[in-house]
């Protein structure tokens, strides 16, 4: 294939409720949208998942956009390829910008897809045709409200639940959970506000039966995660130390974490994910597929990757009606007593909804 032409377009999104974690409140979703073809036409589609301010990781959307424009497309237009493993090659050069190579990385995987008459999933090597989902619930304002919202997402049959926990609104809060919920799958996810200083009271945790703590400690850490893990029982889970290949190497080595979330646009694109889930595999270290509040684009990519073999513990794909009015896809994803039914069509499986997308369109700019 040789990739001809990409539009990119600027979309901002309202979530129906916000979304809370330790480091901020989102309200709304901008993403950037990737319309990516190629010389016989065939179009494939791709989502920048980088938030506007770079709290989550270095990238933002502007920054995006920037090494999209003037470094990624410049490397990848008119170039011929084969298969889009040849991309991560390509885009080695180009130092981080993990979501900025995945966004363009994955429209080409779509197209590959297309062109091999295959859908994504099995493009990937994935042959699950149902995957379970977890949903991931935001800090509230209160403990009864969480428990509230809990019931409703277990009556709903979500597999899985993810709480957010920061310093102050950590233990009372799991300790509440597991009161009310004693058996329900249950994990807490961190986002680095603690330190090896709160050891005591990570270790509380312990008591409670959690799946995993997620990314308890700095964002960029490997070797202190290694230390804490020795003194829990609880598995940790690594989500933003984890950019590479290389990273899961390590921290495996180290001892630093039980358990990987493998989130595509954090490691830079399908290639690198499924490299990882592959070593991950290899090395019996389980895998899930964490969300970055993508719309229906990203999601489609998502429930691709997690039909993996070694995707064994539930994902963070809710369906679209979880987080928005109307997502830019259609069928939009569906979940049914904690399951997502993986597209077996050419393709992601989803179709762009592009009364939605010009609807939700700030900005758009075409490249040849």
């Known amino acids: 294939m040789r990739i001809e032409e990409v539009t990119i377009r600027h979309l901002k999104i309202a979530m129906k409720s916000p979304f809370k974690t330790s480091f901020g409140t989102i309200h709304d979703k901008e993403l950037l949208l990737l319309e990516v073809k190629d010389l016989s036409g065939t179009i494939g589609w791709g989502e920048a998942v980088a938030f506007v301010a770079p709290w989550y990781t270095e990238e933002t959307l502007k920054t995006t956009w920037h090494m999209l424009e003037d470094f990624l497309m410049p490397t990848l237009l008119h170039k011929d390829i084969v298969h889009p493993d040849e991309i991560s090659a390509m885009f080695a050069p180009i130092r981080r910008n993990c979501m900025a190579k995945a966004s363009i990385e994955g429209a080409v995987w779509d197209i590959y897809a297309q062109q091999t008459k295959q859908s994504l999933a099995h493009a990937l090597g994935g042959r699950k045709e149902m995957i379970e989902v977890g949903i991931s619930v935001g800090i509230q304002s209160s403990t009864q409200k969480l428990i509230d919202l809990l019931k409703v997402y277990v009556e709903m049959g979500y597999k899985r639940v993810k709480v957010k926990i920061k310093p ?173 039914r993986v597209p077996q069509c050419i393709g992601i499986g989803y179709m762009p909804n592009m009364d939605v997308i010009e609807k939700l369109t700030i900005s758009k700019k075409s490249y040849k």
């Open 168 to 340: 102050g609104y950590d233990v009372e809060v799991i300790r509440a959970i597991r009161t009310e919920f004693p058996d329900l799958p249950l994990m807490a996810d961190a986002n680095s506000a603690y330190t090896l200083n709160d050891i005591d009271v990570l270790r509380q945790l312990d008591a409670y039966n959690l799946l995993m703590i997620e990314q308890p400690l700095a964002a960029d850490d490997i070797i202190d995660h290694a230390t804490l893990q020795k003194q829990l029982t609880t598995p940790i889970c690594l989500d933003e130390s984890i950019t590479s290949l290389e990273d899961v190497r390590k921290a495996i080595e180290l001892g630093s974490c039980g358990v990987i979330n493998i989130k595509i646009g954090r490691v830079g694109g399908l290639t690198e994910a499924k490299r990882i889930h592959d070593l991950c595999q290899e090395k019996g270290i389980p895998v899930w597929c964490g969300g970055m509040l993508e719309a229906g684009i990203g999601r489609a990519h998502n429930i691709a990757l997690t039909s993996l073999a070694n995707f064994v513990l539930p994902g963070d794909t809710a369906g679209s009606s979880h987080y928005w009015d109307e997502d830019i896809i259609t069928p939009e994803v569906v979940v049914e007593n904690g399951y997502i």
